[in-house]
């Protein structure tokens, strides 16, 4: 559910009148995910905190917390203790990941990707809207059947998941066209399977 520039603006206002921290989760939508290397770039927002995990590991986990000038003097060494904080493997994924996905040739592809799949799916029966910025995608379906849809699919050979209502895609950031087109064929015959 992609969020207004407007609104999201606004929240940011609210927040500097009133001193109130703005921290944005970025944990599912960070590291380049949509197309921007954090959502909140492409809506040019200014956080106080911005959270981070999940894609930043590449697979590992790891969870990070960002802050900016007036934040970062709150949390310091010895303040936050975690048993597994900082250790150098998930570092070194972490420092491997961002060292790839950060590129702009890297960004843009996300986002073609994410275009490309959002234009196919607008070509499936059962679909009814596709909203969702880079490759992080929902799917409200005409039937409003999206959990039999996901199971269905399942069973044909492609993971998808639902969240709430809709069909909610996740793919790789390095998925191919090939691989792309493959999913997107499946859940085709799936929709129509579950007419
Ligand atoms: C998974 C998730 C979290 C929790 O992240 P952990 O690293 O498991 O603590 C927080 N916010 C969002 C949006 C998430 O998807």
Redesign the pocket.
């Known amino acids: 559910m992609p969020l207004d520039k407007e609104f999201v603006t606004g929240i940011q206002s609210l927040c500097r009148e009133k001193d109130i921290l703005f921290i944005i ?1 970025e ?3 960070g590291v380049s995910r949509t197309g921007s290397f954090y959502c909140y770039q492409g809506y040019g927002l200014e956080p106080d905190v911005v ?1 981070s ?2 894609g930043l590991g590449g697979g590992l ?1 790891i ?1 990070a917390c960002l802050s900016n000038k007036k934040t970062s003097g709150v949390l310091v060494p010895g303040t936050h203790g975690t048993t597994f904080g900082g250790n150098p493997i998930a570092c070194a994924a972490a420092a491997e990941v961002l060292s790839r996905v950060a590129e702009p040739d890297f960004l843009k592809a996300v986002s073609e990707k994410g275009e490309y799949i959002k234009a196919e799916l607008l070509k499936m029966p059962n679909v009814k809207e596709v909203r969702g910025i880079g490759m992080m995608i929902g799917i409200v379906t005409e039937k409003d059947n999206a959990k039999q849809v996901a199971a269905k699919c399942l069973e044909n050979g492609l993971l998808i998941l639902t969240a709430k209502k809709l069909l909610r895609l996740l793919p790789p950031l390095t998925i191919s066209y090939d691989e792309i087109n493959k999913g997107l064929s499946i859940l085709n015959n799936t929709m129509e399977e579950t007419l």
């Open positions: 989760d944990v599912q939508t959270t995990a999940k986990p969870g």
